[in-house]
T-cell receptor
Framework: GENVEQHPSTLSVQEGDSAVIKCTYSDSASNYFPWYKQELGKGPQLIIDIRSNVGEKKDQRIAVTLNKTAKHFSLHITETQPEDSAVYFCAASKNTGNQFYFGTGTSLTVIP | KAGVTQTPRYLIKTRGQQVTLSCSPISGHRSVSWYQQTPGQGLQFLFEYFSETQRNKGNFPGRFSGRQFSNSRSEMNVSTLELGDSALYLC?????????????FGQGTRLTVV
């Protein structure tokens, strides 16, 4: 089955700095890669996603890159703000339904 | 547009009991997936239902079961509860068609088994 690894497990940055979270996957058949943000006491919230036919996608301060050859994808958050503090999960899917394989999460702390 | 609604938000059950959790997907969504989230194992896929049929199943014992109704609402049931079943149970909904449908999660049901 698919195995998704995520690094780092914790990340602290100063407000205004950038944050980068990296994930690798093992199954070359995976073709959809969403990123979720989970705040305390809430369910995961979809923040950005990328499909395997695209190398990069950007939405305001958030961007995701995908390298299919190396089987890794990354989340980039620029100009971080305290409200970006949360746990971030990457996931991979083979588009055969909504079965996602999740990374272990990155706890991001933005220090004011 | 209302989001994914899970009820109840919190549950405390005793070992050996059974429990039923409910999920109402976003209007128009036909796929509902269930996940178990624990500090040790992270987010693990339980099963997915689409148009009342189970489409995928994760690696969980048969004590975990689910169903979906004609209005796309879904329930999951856990029988003979064990202490290790304590977790946040999350439901996600999507249109469910082939073609990279985004999945949206509810706030979860926090189950504590004592």
């Amino acid at each position: 089955g698919e195995n998704v690894e995520q690094h780092p497990s914790t990340l602290s940055v100063q407000e205004g700095d950038s944050a980068v979270i990296k994930c690798t996957y093992s199954d070359s058949a995976s073709n959809y890669f969403p990123w979720y943000k989970q705040e305390l006491g809430k369910g995961p919230q979809l923040i950005i996603d990328i499909r395997s036919n695209v190398g990069e996608k950007k939405d305001q301060r958030i961007a995701v890159t995908l390298n299919k050859t190396a089987k890794h994808f990354s989340l980039h958050i620029t100009e971080t703000q305290p409200e970006d503090s949360a746990v971030y999960f990457c996931a991979a899917s083979k588009n055969t339904g909504n079965q996602f394989y999740f990374g272990t999460g990155t706890s991001l702390t933005v220090i004011p | 547009k209302a989001g994914v609604t899970q009820t109840p938000r919190y549950l405390i059950k005793t070992r050996g009991q059974q429990v039923t959790l409910s999920c109402s997907p976003i209007s128009g969504h036909r796929s509902v997936s269930w996940y178990q989230q624990t500090p040790g194992q992270g987010l693990q896929f339980l099963f997915e239902y689409f148009s009342e049929t189970q489409r995928n199943k994760g690696n969980f014992p048969g004590r975990f079961s689910g169903r979906q109704f004609s209005n796309s609402r879904s329930e999951m049931n856990v029988s003979t509860l064990e202490l290790g079943d304590s977790a946040l149970y999350l439901c996600a909904s999507s249109f469910g068609h082939q073609g990279f449908a985004e999945a949206f999660f509810g706030q979860g049901t926090r189950l504590t088994v004592v």
